[in-house]
């Protein structure tokens, strides 16, 4: 049967949000529910997710979802999901089943890539490098229009490397999810952010918080800012020599600190391998949206499912 909208789910920690997209990318319905702790119960509830939504737009979608991990092409089994009951489990196939389809899945990362490429800030770039600086710290590759998966699916995972030129005082770092230390999402993630300053300054703030003081002026938010500032302007510089991407698009909560756009690009250039550094820097034009609209991306218009 040939889907006539395309639907995307965003699969998360906290919660699971759907979306559906009309054929010029404009999304026409929206819906959010919370992911369940226990593995079948967040398969019935994305399920019951998907259902509903099509019975309020009245047509069989296609189904892409965006998953904070992959499924591993040597055992068919999701890995690298840390915070929802996935891991070790055959989702696309058992979410297929109930919903007698066939899935694509990607990393959550690739999608929000694959949406800033296709229709939003980075449009019309051959190579795109998307950045989530959220939660945790993720990355996901797109080149000519086209996500980049790799032979272990864990293309653009950059947070997971060492943090680049790391300084005496940053080694050897914060313990990471992954179980090494001083991984670069220890550093440059929201969390990361928040737990250096408070380990610094002998608080308990959140990100929003320093980021909200250090525009205020308070010295100590801004000095923890210019310190991520450069952090930042090194793990980028490590992709622009490994990748050369046309654009970097931040996403996350850290996108919205808009400082960021300004100063980065400033500082990486002593770390770039090149005379002069062309990558653009940018916010997203989608926001939040880019998982769910990455992930409706993953199929065309009309394809068979």
């Known amino acids: ?39 079948d119960a967040a398969v019935a509830a994305l399920a019951a997710l998907v259902t509903g939504m099509e019975s309020e737009v009245g047509t069989r979608c296609s189904v892409g979802l965006g998953i904070p991990g992959a499924i591993s092409p040597a055992t068919g089994l999701v890995k690298n999901v840390y915070n929802a009951p996935f891991n070790g489990k055959p989702l696309d196939r058992d979410l297929a089943q109930r919903l007698h389809r066939p899935l694509r899945v990607m990393n959550d990362a690739n999608c929000f890539a694959l949406s800033e490429a296709t229709d939003g800030s980075a449009r019309g770039q051959k190579l795109v490098f998307g950045v989530i600086v959220g939660t945790g710290c993720g990355g996901g590759i797109v080149l000519d229009g086209k996500p980049l998966v790799g032979a272990n699916a864990i293309s653009g995972e950059w947070g997971h490397n060492p943090l680049p030129w790391a300084g005496d005082d940053e080694r050897p770092g914060f313990a990471c999810a992954c179980g090494k230390l ?9 969390t990361g952010f928040a737990a250096h300053h408070n380990a610094r300054y002998g608080t308990g703030l959140q990100a929003h918080e320093i980021a909200t003081r250090a525009e205020a002026g308070d010295a100590d938010a801004a000095a923890t800012l210019a310190i991520y500032e450069n952090r930042m302007a090194r793990a ?47 916010p997203p034009r989608f926001g939040d949206s880019s998982g769910v609209r990455g992930a409706a991306w993953l199929w065309p218009i009309g394809a068979e499912t």
Do not use: H
């Open 182 to 190: 001083g991984c670069i999402e220890t550093f440059l993630s929201g």
């Open 236 to 282: 980028l510089a490590g992709v622009i020599n490994l990748l050369d991407p046309d654009a970097i698009v931040l996403g996350g909560g850290m996108s919205n600190v808009q400082s960021l756009y300004r100063q980065v690009p400033r500082l990486w250039g002593q770390w770039v391998f090149s005379d002069r550094v062309d990558t653009k820097l940018l």
């Open 1 to 39: 049967m040939k889907a006539e909208l395309r639907m995307g789910v965003d699969i998360g920690g906290t919660k699971l949000e759907a979306a559906v997209l009309d054929a010029s990318g404009d999304i026409i319905a929206r819906r959010r529910v919370a992911t369940p702790e226990d593995y």
